[in-house]
């Protein structure tokens, strides 16, 4: 197996209408980087051939659904975003048991269509699927779930949508695809967020919410993109010393890869990591000032740790949320049960990836003052 892939072939297997022909930089850029630079063991040339083509074969699915559905306006977003690994998760978790909102599930992005009514017999079938996914996730990467844990029915990261563009920094979580990773730091993705809308509108054909909730720190430095399509989107940002979130990044994707590489080159690595995130941080910095300030929220994860109740709190206050009693209880319930919760602990240093603190503030421009 000289090659991992060969791009007409992959298509050609899939026999699947795809829509408009964004997907072939991308697929092209994709492949050629992981056959010369990922350095995949066998069990990860397949890993890497399943993904993109269940990813085409969802985005086929999408395609031939969306297409079916009257334009509708889909409901207004909601945008928690942040460098990873500074309490997106945690905050996104919390927004999560608001009724009021609605986030896809695991399940629902790995086999989303065709639709299925909530706890039916299919719905079930769907979750066990994404169960056997998860299975087989844990056999091959270990101890990931003690860094980012999964469940089929929890709420996840938007990387899993804009896997249908292509256009999503999940595959330089997978694999070295530097060449990939300056294409996608470089490139216009608006046609990420096309598939990303497509993705709730098919989803809120069944159910549609007041309000979607999504997350994905790689959303960073994507304001104009989000806005051209959402232009009623908020957004809440959270921000963390990142010499606390650069390390335990580089230590996570280091995890997943090791799944799937022969070799793993630690401060190549951070650097690469290094470099996305200055760049997607300076982009966002920028694009901040087109916003107006009523749809844009900072939040400093010290203050958020400290009282997350006070702080979703001033969210729905920013934002003119109605936060009901009932919605505070189970927030206080899920903060009690998370702090008494025993955490892995996750051990990592900068040194682990090249880095050092002086030149990880200096890149990313960090300091409290600055927030």
Known sequence: MDNLLNADKLLRSLNVDLGEDDYEEPL?????????????????????????????????????????IPNTTISKPVFVIGLPRSGTTYLFNLLSLDPDHRSPLFWEMMNPLPLCEPRSFAESRRIMRSRSILFFKNRFISKLDD?????????????????FALQSILYFYMA???TYLSYLEDSDRTSG???????????????????????????????????????????????????????????????????????????????????????????????????NQDRFMDIHYEEFIKSPLSTVESIYNKFNFTFHKENKELMEAYIEKSTNMPKEKHIYTLEDYGLDKKEVHNRLQYSKQSI
């Not at 051209?228 to 989107?233: E, K, Q, T, V």
């Open 193 to 291: 967020y096309l598939w990303h809308k497509r993705f709730l509108k098919v989803l809120q054909s069944s159910r549609k919410p007041k309000r979607w909730l999504l997350k994905d720190p790689s959303h960073l430095g994507n304001l104009d993109e989000i806005s051209s399509l959402y232009p009623d989107a908020c957004f809440v940002q959270i921000h963390r010393d990142p010499i606390e979130t650069i390390p335990s990044i580089c230590s996570l994707t280091s995890q997943v890869r090791r799944g799937f590489s022969d070799s793993v080159n630690l401060n190549e690595l951070g650097e690469r990591t290094l470099e996305f995130w200055e760049k997607s941080k300076k982009k966002n910095e920028l694009q901040k000032q087109n916003l």
């Open 176 to 178: 070295n695809i530097p």
């Open 28 to 68: 092209n850029i994709l492949i050629d980087s992981l056959n010369k630079e990922a350095n995949l063991t066998y069990l990860g040339k397949l890993a890497s051939e399943y993904q993109i083509k269940k990813h085409l074969r969802v985005r086929g699915q999408i395609y031939q659904k969306s297409r079916s």
């Open 147 to 163: 860094v980012h844990a999964i469940t089929a029915t929890s709420p996840e990261e938007c990387l899993l949508i804009k896997v």
